[in-house]
């Protein structure tokens, strides 16, 4: 009973470590006055509309986006048999190892006025003025998040149609219905939970994004949050921009939760995977290279041509590449990726394991909070970690509160717990999920308890998820941006803060490097991710 009490305590603490900074952020409110009310209206008068309009054009241009190209794709992979379809089936995942930011340093030189393409096509058709718009826009930052976000809803929509639609679209098949019919009619509206489920997650991204958002100028309300507590110098205009933000992630995040919902009450009623209409349909040899060239485009565009045009700079320029430094933003990087891997996977794992053994309301609770944090930008972790913190320095000069949080990796690593520790949650309770409950009593029936059970039972079976949250963690935290950015202490900068300081510089060709070593990173779990899905296919 002592050491379930000690357990009690530390998992209330850690969940409290945790969703602090969203619970201050909140809090902020409290600090309502004239003041506050002032800045407020002030904001509603200048820059808030603006923030307000692009925000919404640009979640509604990406929406159309990835719905588009992902749902297009998941149909054509799943569907019909072209040539290629089984490479595509995985390598249309692989925009997903781009940072969104990535991508928009690389296109920006090649697409831009005095770049090589625009240049070539004026040349060779004796052209005059712009042939493209103007890629730092909000048609360009559409364009790059539609490229590096539309695998949420492949992914998504693809294991929907290939679970969920065998057995109806036989059913309408014997019914006389024709191909088109059976696409239009039964298996496209049975993939539109996943598709909200998929669109959901890609507009959390866009919202969370700060590099593309600054690099091309647009005002969105992260780029907002940024300039108004680093610039500004005003902690309530940030709080309160942040607030809006956070509710805003918070309906997405509900939508999500329902179409994944919907998702699992449509899958409980399919089961006939074997039959005739589960297997692809056959096309004719243009359509099939019509379906392959569209496929092959978006992989083309979304992962080929950025690596291309990010090793171009990277091998014909003459600055020398500085190698030592290079090492210190890997080694910055690979630091704080390990430190908070295993700080994240030991809070999920005793938190899962806490939920386990007493998965009351209030348990439950806390675990939905912490669970928000992926949800919410990391600009606005940044202003609900320094709130407290500002007024704790204020109160007690003499604790060096702020000193410890922002001269050091300590706020950094808090920051990073905020947001990914979710990541981690989530697939350790994937994890026990697979673990029946009978194993546990047997355990006690023999006297293993506590923290022997989890040390004994639990963590031989959660090996292979362990090892996917701490590498989930890792990837995630190398490529995060705005905390590091805000936080990051004096000669710590790692590869994601380098990358877009030197892109935002225009040197582009010194910023190929620290972005290909974020590309290579992120190509780990979606490889991962692609060997398990070809596993499955051929399992079933």
């Known amino acids: 009973m002592h050491a379930f009490r000690i357990r009690s305590v530390v998992f209330i603490f850690t969940a409290l470590l945790i969703s602090l900074p969203i619970l201050a952020l909140i809090g902020s409110w409290l600090e309502w006055n004239a003041a506050s009310a002032q800045v407020l209206s002030e904001l509603a008068q200048t820059v808030l509309p603006d923030y307000l309009l692009t925000s919404v054009l640009l979640c509604a241009g990406v929406a159309v986006g990835v719905t588009v190209l992902g749902l297009s794709t998941a149909a054509a992979v799943t569907l019909f048999k072209f040539p290629g379809q089984s490479f595509f089936e995985w390598a249309l995942l692989l925009p997903m190892a781009m940072p969104a930011y990535v991508v928009a340093y690389a296109y920006t030189d090649f697409f831009q006025f005095s770049g090589p393409l625009q240049?070539?096509?004026?040349?060779?058709?004796?052209?005059?003025?712009?042939?493209?718009?103007?890629?730092?826009?909000l048609g360009g930052a559409i364009f790059v998040f539609s490229l590096t976000?539309?695998?949420?809803?492949?992914?998504?929509?693809?294991?929907?149609?290939?679970?969920?639609a065998s057995h109806l679209m036989e059913a309408a098949r014997l019914l006389g219905a024709p191909l088109y019919r059976r696409i239009s009619e039964v298996a496209l509206p049975l993939a539109r939970p996943a598709v909200a489920a998929g669109v959901a997650l890609a507009l959390m991204e866009t919202l969370a994004d700060f590099g593309v958002s600054s690099y091309f100028g647009i005002q969105t309300f992260t780029a907002g949050v940024y300039k108004a507590w680093?610039?500004?110098?005003?902690?309530?205009?940030?709080?309160?921009l942040a607030t809006l933000l956070l509710v805003v992630v918070l309906i997405l995040l509900q939508?999500?939760?329902?179409a994944q919902a919907r998702m699992r009450f449509t899958s409980s009623n399919t089961n006939s995977?074997?039959?005739?209409?589960?297997?692809p349909a056959e096309l004719s040899q243009l359509s099939g290279l019509f379906i392959a060239a569209w496929c092959g485009l978006l992989v083309f565009l979304g992962f080929v041509l950025p690596i291309m045009l990010m090793l171009k700079p990277l091998l014909m320029s003459d600055t020398i590449i500085p190698w030592q430094r290079f090492l210190e933003w890997s080694y910055n990087s690979l630091r704080l990726g390990g430190i908070t891997a295993l700080l994240a996977v030991g809070f999920s794992l005793l938190i899962a394991f806490s939920l386990r053994n007493k998965a009351d309301f209030f348990a439950r609770f806390i675990s939905q909070l912490v669970g928000l944090g992926y949800a919410i930008p990391?600009?606005?972790?940044?202003?609900?970690?320094?709130?407290?913190?500002?007024?704790?320095q204020k109160q007690?000069?003499?604790?060096?509160?702020?000193?410890?949080?922002?001269?050091?990796?300590?706020g950094l690593v808090w920051a990073y717990l905020v947001r990914f520790c979710a990541v981690a949650l989530q697939s350790i309770q994937s994890g026990y999920a697979r673990i029946p409950h009978s194993l546990d009593d047997s355990a006690r029936t023999l006297g293993v308890t506590g923290l022997a059970l989890l040390s004994r039972v639990h963590a031989p079976l959660l090996k292979r998820s362990v090892f996917a949250?701490?590498?989930?963690?890792?990837?995630?935290?190398?490529k995060e941006l705005p905390a590091t950015l805000v936080l990051r202490p004096f000669n710590t900068d790692t590869l994601a803060v380098v990358a877009f300081q030197l892109a935002r510089d225009e040197r582009l060709g010194e910023a190929a490097l620290p972005s290909l070593a974020l590309v290579l990173v992120g190509l780990i779990p979606v490889l991962l991710l692609s060997r398990a899905m070809r596993q499955t296919n051929r399992a079933a």
């Open 119 to 137: 240049t070539f096509i004026r040349s060779t058709w004796a052209l005059e003025g712009r042939v493209f718009p103007e890629i730092r826009s």
């Open 149 to 164: 976000l539309y695998p949420y809803v492949y992914l998504l929509a693809r294991t929907a149609l290939t679970e969920r």
């Open 230 to 240: 680093l610039i500004m110098d005003n902690r309530i205009a940030a709080a309160q």
């Open 255 to 258: 939508l999500e939760k329902q």
């Open 273 to 279: 995977a074997n039959s005739r209409e589960a297997q």
């Open 378 to 392: 990391g600009a606005v972790v940044v202003v609900g970690l320094l709130l407290p913190v500002t007024w704790i």
């Open 396 to 410: 007690w000069p003499e604790t060096h509160v702020g000193f410890w949080i922002t001269a050091s990796i300590l």
């Open 469 to 478: 949250a701490a590498l989930l963690v890792f990837v995630d935290v190398m």
